[in-house]
């Protein structure tokens, strides 16, 4: 019997065998969530899998925390929250924060608001949203988008990912984020297509923290191509220029 990592993989090397595993991953039932918005394409759709859990990035949580300490008056945007676990965690962090989650899958945020409503805290709120272009202008002290600016098809390092992904749109995403944060607040990035200090955007920020990149994401420039290599690191915390 084949090993399944290579089965996978001889699928996937078909003509439209993508296509095909998505299918059968439909099929299964093991993700119809991410199929059907697949299937769907909307307009702004950077990582369709809805992978995610408690307390996924507990250092950078503590970092937010320690860097910004909580209170009534902090606010936090989690950008493509999925489920709701990030959220939910962040609270942990900060007990006292205004925390709002948004994701442009429909079928994320009502099981996010079923676990909310099953919680109750009126200081937590969820939205389907495709970009934070309605949450504000320099409202909020830390945006978290992890995990979402790529793409799990991009896994076998294609030399291009502008079938999937699209510099030009991440771009476009970041300077929303940016939009809405205060002066002085924070930018937590992770697992990323792309680099965020390849961005114009990025000459209004400094670099406050570095975590291990995975060999697994490929990353890709401006022009939409492979980079020939990857770093070992990546910047995730970015602070916007500010008192
Ligand atoms: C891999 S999950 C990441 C979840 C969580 N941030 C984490 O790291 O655990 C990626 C999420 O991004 C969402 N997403 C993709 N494109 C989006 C967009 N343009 N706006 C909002 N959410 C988006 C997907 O629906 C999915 O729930």
Not at 20 to 27: G, H, P, S, V
Not at 55 to 70: I, Q, W
Not at 113 to 127: K, M, T, W
Not at 202 to 225: H, M, N
């Amino acid at each position: 019997m084949w090993p399944k990592d290579a089965l996978k993989r001889m699928v996937r090397a078909l003509p439209g065998g993508r296509h095909l595993a998505t299918l059968y991953r439909f099929m299964q039932g093991t993700d119809a969530r991410y199929a059907s918005l697949w299937r769907r394409s909307p307009p702004g759709l950077f990582q369709p899998f809805a992978t995610t859990g408690v307390d996924r990035y507990p250092r950078m949580f503590a970092f937010a925390r320690d860097h910004l300490g909580d209170g009534p008056d902090r606010r936090i945007l989690s950008f493509g929250c999925s489920t709701g676990e990030e959220v939910f965690s962040l609270r942990r962090y900060f007990p006292q924060a205004t925390i709002r989650g948004i994701d442009i899958n429909p079928r994320n945020i009502a099981r996010a608001q079923a676990s909310l409503a099953r919680r109750g805290d009126d200081r937590l709120s969820f939205a389907v949203a495709a970009s934070a272009a309605g949450q504000g202008t320099g409202n909020h002290d830390a945006v978290f988008a992890l995990a979402i600016f790529r793409h799990g098809e991009l896994g076998d390092f294609p030399p291009t990912c502008s079938h999937l992904l699209r510099f030009a749109d991440f771009e476009q995403s970041l300077a929303e984020l940016s939009a809405c944060l205060k002066p002085g607040g924070l930018l937590f990035l992770r697992h990323s297509n792309f680099r965020f200090q390849d961005t114009k955007l990025s000459a209004g920020f400094d670099l406050l923290l570095e975590g291990p990149r995975s060999p697994k994401t490929p990353l890709y420039g401006r022009d939409d191509a492979l980079m020939p290599s990857t770093p070992a690191l990546e910047g995730v915390a970015w602070r916007k220029h500010g008192p």
